[in-house]
């Protein structure tokens, strides 16, 4: 091609696009919205990552002064192989669908702030049972699936887990027991009202 005649070639072209034509107005709307597209998914995905982190989950005292507080008392928080799991680990999804679904959800929780029903820790601990009785009912219905995110039976080990617990767990896996089951309070304290089936 000419080398003269390419500039001329790029100049028709953006003529031609910014003409408002039936041909190329479909064109540029696709593009425009495609980079709007791309544009909102990153922002939106952003934002959904950065309500993720454990700064943003202790941010409001509720939250800070309550299961903040007696998390960092776990194992889930310190233990001998330095892995940490944080309040999104446990209660969010990593899927994309279920974890839309639950960030959804998780904004209606948001009354609770608004309406102050949960700012003091009295007001608080008089909500724990009813609190953890939703997350707890959540996690079953999800066969505890964040849990599972890290723990799975079939990675457990004869040798390495004591066996009192080991038995108990292959137990647990033949009755098709999820890990909520047995491990409620593993993070946070129990509500005072709750009683042990078991017991």
């Known amino acids: 091609m000419d080398e003269n005649k390419r500039p001329g070639l790029l100049r028709h072209f953006w003529n031609t696009i910014r003409k408002p034509s039936a041909k190329y107005s479909i064109l540029t709307i696709t593009s425009v919205a495609f980079v709007f597209g791309i544009l909102f998914?990153?922002?939106?995905?952003?934002?959904m990552e950065a309500t993720n982190t454990l700064e943003f989950c202790t941010?409001?005292?509720?939250?800070?002064?309550?299961?903040?507080?007696?998390?960092k008392e776990t194992i889930h928080y310190s233990n001998?192989?330095?892995?940490?799991?944080?309040?999104?680990?446990?209660?969010?999804?990593?899927?994309w669908t279920h974890k839309l679904i639950?960030?959804?959800?998780?904004?209606?929780?948001?009354?609770?702030?608004?309406?102050?029903?949960?700012?003091?820790?009295?007001?608080?601990?008089?909500?724990?049972?009813?609190?953890?009785?939703?997350?707890?009912?959540?996690?079953?219905?999800?066969?505890s699936r964040e849990c599972?995110?890290?723990?799975?039976?079939?990675?457990?080990?004869a040798?390495?887990?004591k066996q009192t617990p080991y038995k108990k767990h292959m137990k647990a896996k033949e009755e098709g027991k999820t890990c909520i089951d047995c491990?409620?309070?593993?993070?946070?304290?129990?509500?005072?009202?709750?009683?042990?089936?078991?017991?």
């Open 41 to 47: 998914w990153g922002g939106f995905n952003t934002g």
């Open 59 to 71: 941010t409001c005292h509720e939250m800070r002064d309550t299961v903040y507080s007696e998390y």
């Open 80 to 95: 001998r192989s330095g892995v940490r799991a944080i309040c999104s680990d446990c209660h969010v999804p990593k899927d």
């Open 102 to 143: 639950r960030k959804a959800k998780a904004s209606l929780e948001i009354w609770g702030k608004l309406t102050g029903s949960i700012d003091t820790k009295e007001k608080f601990e008089a909500k724990r049972m009813e609190l953890a009785g939703h997350e707890w009912a959540r996690m079953a219905e999800s066969n």
């Open 148 to 157: 599972r995110n890290c723990h799975n039976f079939d990675a457990m080990s």
């Open 159 to 161: 040798e390495l887990q």
């Open 183 to 199: 491990h409620k309070g593993i993070a946070h304290r129990l509500p005072k009202e709750y009683k042990d089936p078991d017991e």
